[in-house]
């Protein structure tokens, strides 16, 4: 019986022993399942941050390609305006060549007219009289060169 007694006390103390184990083992499971749970909340969070910043960053996309499709329309509009600007510079120094060409004729019959005064001046105060014939023929060919000078610059 002594036998009996020796086995049942050293079951007794393996079953306490595998009872403890047991226990620890059912300890470290439950921290286990803890610092899952923990990961798993930290894995959640993490794929929301992922998807904002997802989100935020095809707003930015959006934004720029919009950004960038106004500049291009900014671009087109300022070099049609550029080109229009062009096109009325090149007219207003066409118009002013027009306009020098028209001073320059303007200024040569001024001066055609004021010789004319001039020759048609000395021909009234000449007494066709006592003038000499030749002096008389000299001032009529300068009126008539005058004249024709004037006509040309016309």
């Known amino acids: ?3 009996i007694k020796s086995l049942q006390s050293n079951f007794t103390a393996e079953l306490g022993a595998m009872k403890r184990k047991l226990s620890d083992t059912e300890d470290r499971q439950h921290k286990h399942l803890e610092a899952f749970e923990i990961m798993q909340q930290a ?7 992922l998807e904002n910043a997802t989100d935020k960053i095809s707003l930015l996309e959006e ?5 960038v499709k106004k500049m291009e329309e900014e671009l087109i509009a300022t070099n049609e305006q550029l080109h229009n600007a062009i096109v009325r510079i090149e007219v207003l120094e066409s118009e002013l060549s027009i306009a ?14 004021v010789a004319v005064s ?3 001046d000395r021909l009234s105060l000449l007494d066709r009289e006592k003038a000499s014939r030749a002096e008389f023929v000299v001032l009529s060919a300068n009126l008539t ?3 024709e000078v004037s006509t040309q610059a016309h």
């Not at 894995?43 to 941050?49: F, V």
């Not at 934004?63 to 950004?67: D, I, T």
């Open 145 to 147: 060169l005058l004249a």
């Open 43 to 49: 894995l959640n969070i993490a794929e929301e941050k």
């Open 63 to 67: 934004n720029h390609v919009a950004a």
């Open 118 to 120: 001039e020759v048609t």
């Open 100 to 113: 020098g060409g028209a001073i320059v004729t303007l200024n040569a019959t001024k001066a055609s007219v």
């Open 1 to 3: 019986m002594e036998q």
